[in-house]
């Protein structure tokens, strides 16, 4: 059995150790405190239990600590951070684990937004620090973008990939820690010219959505931007490209459509509203229906899977 040690309490870290629980890894959870560490289990438990229909008779086990009474590192094959985007206390917890976790194990930060190469800065052990970068719900969405900083090792970076892979996460090399690793920066590119749609009064949000589900997002399940337009031709691309891409937009900042609704307070379902009012029940039922069509989009990836 695999061990990995999750370090943060909140709903990444929980999502990241359900996920590893449900392959059969054993979990230690490390948080600031023993209550907030211990706190979290159930919900660790939970989410496992939502993605996996049947335990083994020898279930994994899941344990927790503080993050600095933690010594226990045997047997382990992996450590990732979860804590809170702010740059310096996970550069204090990377200087702790540098020191105290033996230099043959791998470690990971989840951060979106600081890459491992300011976070592991002149560490001596920087060769084996990546960014591990999930996506939420962490314990649904199949990939990890595993990303090598300045001194990252790229063979250790290959090994961590197939430890995912042994998990049953499709993990994505990314080679250099440049803003937005892989998945964001396409997904930021999208987005920018979904909000520039809004802002010039072109399409609406429901129109914008019920596009891209109902387009290329629908043929995404089965393949991906390249496979598709393999697929396809790239000649017709091509053409379309000469026409479309003068047209697309190049704005360096985010529109006033979405800026003013966060400066009022309306950054989306947690708030009760985004771009359309969420009463408590609509947004309680569209959680609901999110994740079980995650589901049913992971079952459908299952059928004939791409060759590893």
Known sequence: M????????????????????????????????????AACLESIQLCANSIISEWPKQSPSLQSDTITAWQDWNDVDFVIETVSEQLQLKQDIFTSLDQRVPPHIPIGSNSSGFPISDIAKDLPTAHRMFNAHYFMPAHIVPLVEIVAGQHSDLAL????????????????????????????RIQHALMREALSLVEEGIA????????VRYS??????????????????WEGMTLAAELIYPSLSNITQPPSCVTNLVKS??????????????????????KQNYEQRLKAAFEVLKIAPDQE
């Open 204 to 211: 609406t949000p429901d129109d914008i959505d019920t596009a």
């Open 2 to 37: 695999s061990k990995v040690v999750v370090i943060g309490t909140g709903t990444m870290g929980v999502g990241i150790a359900a996920g590893f629980l449900a392959s059969g890894t054993n979990i230690v959870m490390l948080g600031r405190s023993a209550e907030k560490a």
């Open 265 to 286: 307070g309306k950054t989306g379902i947690a708030k009760g509203a985004g771009f359309k009012v969420w009463p408590a029940y609509e947004a309680a039922l569209m």
């Open 157 to 184: 970076a290959e090994k961590l990939c197939q430890f995912y892979r042994d998990h049953g996460k499709k993990p994505v090399l990314v080679k250099k820690d440049i803003p937005g690793f892989l998945a964001n």
């Open 216 to 233: 290329f997002g629908f043929r995404y399940a089965a393949v991906g931007p390249m496979t598709q337009k393999e697929i396809s031709g």
